[in-house]
Nanobody, 125 residues
């Protein structure tokens, strides 16, 4: 069993930055890949970014490439999503998720077995 807790969301003006954190517990953090997803009202949950267990491989949605970065600190069992140059269309609830079995960071929602409760990010224009 893995528990994931996101933090760092909030209200920010367009062009601003936020850093989301996701703290994990319950299993050796360095053994599994992590992903970030988001869901806006009335829309399906969509992939944002993912990082391999070692942090050496990452993936990003085209909509956030060049603006978001993902990193992890295995000693702290925490994964981060640094979001820069935020746009109103980035407004959503952001979720972190754990993929216990994948060797590569995955973009697929169904691959992830554990999810956090989500944190709201609101970008005003």
């Amino acid at each position: 069993q893995i528990q994931l807790v996101e933090s760092g969301g909030g209200l920010v003006q367009a062009g601003g930055s936020l850093r989301l954190s996701c703290a994990a517990s319950g299993r050796t953090f360095s053994s599994y890949a992590m992903g970030w997803f988001r869901q806006a009202p009335g829309k399906e949950r969509e992939f944002v970014s993912a990082i391999s267990w070692s942090g050496s491989r990452t993936k990003f949605a085209d909509s956030v490439k060049g603006r978001f970065t993902v990193s992890r600190d295995n000693a702290k069992s925490t994964v981060y999503l640094q979001m820069n140059s935020l746009k109103p269309e980035d407004t959503a609830v952001y979720y972190c998720a754990a993929d216990l079995w994948g060797n590569e960071p995955s973009t697929v929602v169904a691959v992830y077995e554990y999810w956090g409760q989500g944190t709201q990010v609101t970008v005003s224009s």
